[in-house]
């Protein structure tokens, strides 16, 4: 049973408004993209709606960069992005990600090793590598971070359950990251190619942390980019049931 399915004796959610009155609200933008706002009947106030400037800085012109200008990143940026991050949702608030900021010379002669050979010139340049990282013991801080309930006793002793939920979490909260990031003005360039052993060992030793994927961070070099990838459609990859 996972933890999610667990009551936290909170009142059930309101079902969503009906279909009709979401598409009631999809709106057309200049550039022929739509988004929706979030509007009910008789209610047209778009309570949820970014602007389309934030649309394209989080989602539609953001890419994966390869090429790094030689601009540090100020600590504070780094802090600003975890506190937004931060806020997104795990299951039953546990924050399992753990997050190594590699900047100095030193750590990133660390890092070196345990880099597919691809990853390496870009990681090198960029001025900060995040290790995207999960502890394998998050649920010793559930009792302060989801307090009406014994959450802790969830976990205790079930392993497959805690290697779940926090790689489950940890990559959520990774993906908050790296949304965070762009929203704070850094470009990002998340990779898995590299030796998560290795890096657990010299990063991670001695604790329960394991990583997951790395993220670079910085100011990109638009001159590096390669070409956009296309996506998959809405009805390529989701059907409404
Ligand atoms: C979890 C993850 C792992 C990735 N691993 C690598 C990698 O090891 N090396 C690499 O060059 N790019 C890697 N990428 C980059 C993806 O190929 C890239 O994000 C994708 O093609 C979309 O590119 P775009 O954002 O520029 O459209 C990875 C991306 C993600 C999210």
């Not at 090793?113 to 010793?140: Q, R, S, W």
């Not at 790296?178 to 470009?187: N, S, V």
């Not at 961070?217 to 009805?235: E, I, M, T, W």
């Amino acid at each position: 049973m996972s933890g999610e399915a667990r009551t936290d004796g909170a009142p059930p959610s309101p079902p969503p408004p009906p279909l009709r009155f979401r598409a009631a609200g999809v709106m057309s933008l200049a550039n022929g993209v739509f988004v929706t706002a979030a509007t009910t009947e008789g209610n047209s106030e778009m309570s949820h709606h970014v602007d389309d400037h934030t649309l394209g800085v989080l989602f539609r012109d953001a890419r994966t960069h390869n090429g790094w200008q030689d601009r540090p990143v100020p600590e504070e940026v780094l802090r600003a992005a975890w506190d937004l991050a931060k806020m997104g949702p795990t299951s039953a608030n546990c924050m399992p990600a753990r997050i190594v900021f590699v900047v100095s010379r030193e750590a990133k002669e660390k890092l070196r090793p345990c880099l597919a050979e691809g990853n390496v010139e870009k990681t090198m340049a960029a001025p900060a590598t995040a290790i995207i990282g999960h502890d394998l013991t998050f649920y010793e801080k559930l009792p302060e971070l989801f307090p009406h309930t014994d959450a802790r006793a969830w976990f205790v002793g079930n392993d497959a359950l805690i290697a779940t939920t926090a790689f489950r979490n940890g990559t959520l909260q990774g993906g908050y990251f790296i949304i965070a990031a762009r929203a704070m003005g850094l470009d990002c360039g998340p990779m898995s190619g590299f030796d998560n052993a290795k890096v657990d060992e010299a990063f991670f030793a001695g604790t329960a942390v394991k990583s997951n994927f790395l993220c670079n961070l910085g100011y990109g070099d638009p001159a590096k980019l390669y070409p956009r990838n296309r996506r998959l459609s809405f009805d390529e990859a989701c059907r409404i049931a």
